[in-house]
């Protein structure tokens, strides 16, 4: 059986899956030696925090915090990066309960950084914070 974390993270990873433009999207992977030409995004399943709880019935209330990583590389990388995140964002407010296994979605805005690559060009890359908000009957549940 499946636990009501992993059910989350699964269905937010089958949302950015729809991510448009041929953007390879994983989970928890290991960062390739190379960044695919219409970017790489991964989905790191982060830290649930400390729950809220209610009595009668016992509920844990999770404040749950994920990173989605985003690498482009070559191009214009400004506008690009404009367009993943504004696709990320969209992907993620069109279904904010992923189908009512999910409370509520809110992600904080991108902090981009270049890395300059010697021999090669510029990565423009961000951690992109979710918060998923879902609640659960067991904190291993």
Not at 98 to 127: H, N, Q, S, Y
Request: charged content about 25%; hydrophobic content about 45%.
């Amino acid at each position: 059986m499946t636990t009501r974390r992993e059910e989350v993270l699964k269905a937010l990873h089958a949302r950015l899956l729809l991510i448009p433009g041929g953007v390879t999207i994983l989970r928890n992977a290991v960062l390739p030696e190379r960044i695919p030409e219409a970017g790489l995004v991964i989905l790191r399943d982060g830290t649930p925090g400390s729950p809220d709880t209610t009595l009668s019935p016992l509920r844990y209330h999770w404040q749950h915090r994920v990173e989605i990583e985003v690498f482009l590389r070559a191009g214009d990388l400004d506008d690009r990066f404009d367009a993943l995140t504004a696709a990320i964002g969209r992907v993620l407010i069109t279904h904010r309960s992923l189908g009512g296994i999910c409370d509520w979605i809110e992600a904080d805005a991108p902090e981009p950084a270049d890395l300059p690559i010697d021999g090669a060009g510029t990565i423009r890359a961000a951690v992109l914070i979710v918060t998923l908000h879902y609640t659960t009957t067991d904190p291993l549940i």
